[in-house]
Every structure is written in structure tokens, then in C-alpha cells.
């Protein structure tokens, strides 16, 4: 075996060139790198997310693809809350304040920046209703939010109550939140755009822990610099470091991190 910490794309077909099996994550394999490839009978994605490879192209060559289909769901889920309880409180936006004096100075006991929002009775809606869109759904259950959900294949209905099905329109329309746990495909390719942003309350937050390429940025980056919704927050982008001139990096109320979540976070001993 052969491990490359990093592979740049001009170097793919350098290093895969000999393997019978390629292990990767974040290094795309495009049809025309995989029609380049003879040697190649498999290819496991270390990740859930599989769209850095061409599936049809490898199905024609008789490839198959794996993935990790349980890859995170618990970190995922508690980390699509820290961005919202961050869009809600701005926990960190106070700590500054306090550590710059402002408290100190302030002659009340308790004072506050910005509009702090309750989630309970709020409406969560989730385009994606897989194991991770479930975990977030239960602990959207637990704020005593009320869940919606969209998928374009509908499993059983949680546990759970009040919980409704909801076309991709009406959720959008209806939600205080917008969580995204959704494949990325050809067919879904910035299906995050203006038309659909437009149907959102202007209250709304719009979370994107999924794949960057489900978002059109600059209809996006339009809809908080107008004020068309309240907020957004996203540990993914279209291209990966973020580029200097994604529209999404001078947006207004819009939470950007370069945190991926994952089974590598340390977990707590039994």
C-alpha cells in the first residue's frame, strides 16, 4: 500500500496509474481521470459524501464504489446546533465584548448585542432525512422545534411528533431553519438558489453541513446583503480552501468555518 498525505489534481493520474484499488477522500476522480486508469477493479471514498467521484463513469467500467455511509453522524448532528445556537446567541461576539471592557463598564448586570432567538416552537427543516438528517431532526425535537422534512426517498416516519413530510417549496417556504443533509449530484448542483432562498422567511437561517456545490454563493451572498433572510452558516464551500473571491466571504451574518466534523473527534471513555 501507498499512502500520499495530499495529492494535487495534476498528480492523480501519477499515483493511481499502478493501483488495482484507490482509497481516497477529497481527490476527485473524474470519468476522463478513470477512463485512464486500466489497472483499477475498486474505489472506496473514506468519507459518506461520494460525488468527488464519477459513479457512472465507474459503473461503465464495471468499478465499484464504496463509501462510509455512518461516517459522523453524531459529530455532524451536534455540529449543524453549534452553528445555529451560534446564529442564535452569538455567544462568541459577547465574549469579545466582555473581554474588551464592555461589561466592566455597563451599569447594569446583563446586557446584550444582538436579538437573542428561542428556538421552541420554531420550525426545522431538513432537505435530507438519512442518518444524519434523523439525528439532527431528534435534537431539533429536543429544542422543541417542530421538524420538517424533504427526501427524495421517504423512509419510515420518526419517533418523534409534531413531524410532517413537505415538498422542497413548502419546506423552504415554512421553515425557521434549513439544514441541508443531502447528496450532492448532477441533477442537485446549486439547487439552493434564488428561487428557493426567495420563499424563505426572512427570519430564517440556512445550514449547509452537507456538500458546498448544493449552493449558488452569489444568490446567496445576495440574499444576506439584502437582508432577504437572516442568516446562514456553512462548514462547506463550492472549491475547498475557499477561495479568496467566494462572494460568501464578505456576506453579512453569514458563519463560515473550516471544521469538518468526524469520527475522528475525540470521543468520551465509557
Excluded at 496509474?17 to 486508469?37: F, G, H, R, S, V
Excluded at 448586570?109 to 442518518?131: C, D, H, K
Amino acid at each position: 500500500m501507498t499512502v500520499f498525505d495530499r495529492t494535487p489534481t495534476e498528480n492523480i493520474l501519477e499515483r493511481a496509474a499502478p493501483a488495482d484499488i484507490l482509497l481516497t477522500n477529497k481527490t476527485p476522480l473524474t470519468a476522463e481521470a478513470l477512463n485512464q486508469l486500466p489497472n483499477l477493479k475498486f474505489i472506496a471514498v473514506l468519507a459518506t459524501g461520494y460525488n468527488i467521484v464519477d459513479v457512472q463513469a465507474a459503473r461503465r467500467r464495471g468499478i465499484p464504489v464504496s463509501n462510509v455511509p455512518v461516517y459522523g453522524t453524531d459529530s455532524v448532528a451536534q455540529f449543524v446546533f453549534a452553528l445555529l445556537l451560534e446564529m442564535c446567541h452569538h455567544a462568541g461576539r459577547h465574549d469579545a465584548s466582555v473581554k474588551r471592557g464592555d461589561w466592566t463598564a455597563n451599569p447594569d448586570f446583563s446586557y446584550w448585542q444582538t436579538p437573542l432567538i428561542e428556538l421552541a416552537g420554531r420550525t426545522m427543516g431538513l432537505v435530507g432525512f438519512g442518518r444524519i438528517g434523523r439525528r439532527v431532526g431528534t435534537l431539533a425535537h429536543a429544542f422543541g422545534m417542530k421538524v420538517l422534512a424533504y427526501d427524495a426517498v421517504r423512509g419510515p416516519d420518526p419517533e418523534f411528533t409534531p413531524f410532517r413530510w413537505a415538498t422542497l417549496a413548502d419546506l423552504f417556504s415554512e421553515a425557521d431553519v434549513v439544514s441541508l443533509h443531502c447528496p450532492q449530484t448532477t441533477e442537485n448542483q446549486r439547487f439552493v438558489n434564488r428561487s428557493l432562498i426567495e420563499r424563505m422567511p426572512r427570519q430564517a437561517f440556512l445550514i449547509n453541513t452537507a456538500r458546498g456545490g448544493l449552493v449558488d454563493e452569489a444568490d446567496l451572498a445576495a440574499a444576506l446583503n439584502t437582508g432577504r433572510i437572516a442568516g446562514a452558516a456553512l462548514d462547506v464551500v463550492s472549491l475547498e480552501p475557499i477561495r479568496s473571491d467566494n462572494p460568501l466571504l464578505r456576506a453579512k451574518n453569514c458563519l463560515l468555518t473550516p471544521i469538518k466534523p468526524g469520527p475522528r473527534w475525540p470521543r468520551a471513555s465509557a
